[in-house]
């Protein structure tokens, strides 16, 4: 917001010329003396002086008084009042200011054309420094956030952009905000808003995107595969480990194959049937050695 300055000089002297005509009216008429007009044109002009003096400082406001042209102080929130055609208020207002950076071209360090804009937050810190510093200072301190959003991305690769950009906004905010301190304003915060790329650069990522995908599909599903494997090598292992297991995984396995009792073929054989299959195998597997 742009300071606002109080200048009563030509209101005053219109007052003045404004008395001088009916003072010498009432004169030529004969109507009042003229030691008359000129104690009530003195006391009328003292209570204008007076009146035109008084300022207003709201409380999101700081007056910087100028006398002469001189910096003389800084008016606090509340009445105050300054010597017209004297002395000169300008207002600033120490709200926090948001200025919006349009959207730039700029070519990463990585030969990528991205476009970008941020949004800077800004309040005036000391009054008399941001008039007697800098003309413009909102326009300054968008111009110069501006520029330093440009050279900072200018020099980070894409992928740091896209995965930091909180980082590349503290960046930006310490560069701005060090570069203005001698205008008397302090930068709150920096935040970047949009990032667009180009249409051919978007499809190569979303590329790598999906093969990144199934890369990680294709490790979990090995892993889920290693993971079956080791617990089915323990499942059968305790299976023949334990008398008759063999059996009862038989017998379930041919329960699952047909679930309709009706149609089920079952073959029953003994355990010891197995048993003694599995000592006449180990017989002749002794023998043959």
Excluded: C, H
Excluded at 19 to 43: Q, R
Excluded at 70 to 79: D, I
Excluded at 262 to 268: D, G, L, R, Y
């Amino acid at each position: 917001m742009n300071p606002k300055s109080s200048n009563p000089i030509g209101s005053l002297i219109g007052w003045i010329f404004m008395l001088v005509v009916i003072s010498v009216f009432l004169t030529k008429a004969g109507i009042v003396s003229g030691f008359a007009i000129v104690a009530i044109t003195i006391i009328i002009f003292g209570f204008m002086l007076l009146i035109s003096g008084l300022k207003i400082v709201d409380q999101f406001e700081r007056g910087v008084v100028l006398t002469l042209g001189k910096y003389t102080s800084t008016r606090q929130p509340g009445l105050t009042w300054i010597f017209p055609a004297i002395q000169k208020m300008t207002k600033v207002d120490i709200r926090i200011t948001t200025i919006d950076i349009p959207q730039q071209e700029v070519i990463t360090k990585d030969n990528v054309p991205v476009g970008i804009n941020a949004v800077v937050y800004f309040n005036v810190e000391s009054a008399e420094s941001a008039i007697l510093n800098i003309q413009n200072y909102t326009i300054a301190v968008a111009q110069y956030a501006q520029a330093a959003l440009r050279d900072v991305i200018g020099g980070i690769e894409l992928d740091p952009l896209l995965s930091e950009r909180e980082k590349v906004a503290q960046e930006i905010k310490k560069i701005v905000d060090e570069a203005t301190k001698i205008w008397g304003i302090n930068v709150t915060d920096v935040k970047i808003q949009d990032l667009e790329l180009p249409a051919d650069m978007k499809r190569i990522m979303a590329k790598q995107a999906e093969s990144e995908r199934e890369r990680r599909a294709v490790i979990i599903k090995a892993e889920g595969e290693y993971v079956a494997s080791e617990r089915l090598a323990q499942a059968a292992q305790i299976l023949s480990s334990t008398p008759g297991g063999i059996a009862m995984r038989t017998l379930q396995t041919i329960e699952k194959i047909n679930p309709d009792p009706s149609k089920t073929v079952i073959f029953a054989l003994p355990v010891e049937f197995f048993e003694g299959m599995k000592t006449l195998a180990n017989y002749f597997k002794e023998k043959t050695k």
